[in-house]
């Protein structure tokens, strides 16, 4: 089946720590986010990166970084920068393209990040 | 800067009945897609329905239809026949074209309970 998955499901972080988290598409899409998502508000984008060995900042890209060395993974880091880590992170994929299935962003499961 | 709200914090519907949720966006573009977005207890984010700016015609899927006023900027979806498992947040999103990026903006979502 294709899909997008996330792990872990939950992680923990402690002060003064960097961590990773994992997505992976097997969908062949070529765009890839990273969304935050707080209590009682929408996501919103972290980064986001439309082929393999580019990415761009999104609204709130302080204190996390990525990578995009193959097309079916997009992993995020949460530095020690970001003061405030604790939230939902989703990860989503989308096709390339004008149509509206190819505008269309399917999301992953998500992952839940917390501090020690 | 565009923008989405969802004026309705939470909504209750009785099961088999029809329940409307509101979304309002503020745009200056002309070509732009819309979509709703269920995400459930387990959190993981699942597109309901959406709809191309340049269509009159209002999309429906199954049970989920949705009332797309563009010169309002109004876009609602309306569930039909309720069922316990429509129970769940619900996300309006619209996306625009920045760059080349596919940035979708959500609402602060409703809470939607279905009671039996």
């Known amino acids: 089946d294709g899909g997008i998955t996330q792990s872990p499901k939950y992680l923990f972080r402690k002060e003064g720590q960097n961590v990773t988290l994992s997505c992976e598409q097997n969908?062949?899409?070529?765009?890839m986010y990273w969304y935050r998502q707080d209590p009682g508000q929408g996501l919103r984008l972290i980064y986001y990166?439309?082929?393999?060995?580019?990415?761009q900042k999104g609204d709130i890209a302080e204190g996390y970084s990525v990578s995009r060395e193959k097309k079916e993974s997009f992993p995020l880091t949460v530095t020690s920068a970001q003061k405030n880590p604790t939230a939902f992170y989703l990860c989503a994929s989308s096709k390339a393209g004008g149509t509206s299935e190819q505008e269309t962003q399917y999301f992953g499961p998500g992952t839940r990040l917390l501090v020690l | 800067a565009q923008t989405v709200t969802q004026s309705q914090p939470e909504m209750s519907v009785q099961e088999a009945e029809t329940v409307t949720l509101s979304c309002t966006y503020d745009t200056s573009e002309s070509d732009y897609y819309l979509f709703w977005y269920k995400q459930p207890p387990s959190r993981q984010m699942i597109l309901v329905i959406r709809?191309?700016?340049?269509?009159?015609q209002n999309a429906t899927e199954n049970r989920f239809s949705v009332n797309f006023q563009k010169a309002a900027k109004s876009f609602s979806l309306k569930i039909s026949d309720s069922q316990l498992g429509d129970a769940a947040m619900y996300f309006c999103?619209?996306?625009?074209?920045?760059?080349?990026?596919?940035?979708?903006?959500f609402g602060t979502g409703t809470l939607l309970a279905v009671q039996p």
């Open positions: 990166s439309q082929i393999v060995n580019d990415f």
């Open positions: 709809q191309e700016a340049y269509k009159q």
């Open positions: 969908l062949n899409h070529d765009a």
């Open positions: 999103a619209y996306k625009y074209s920045w760059g080349a990026t596919n940035k979708l903006i």
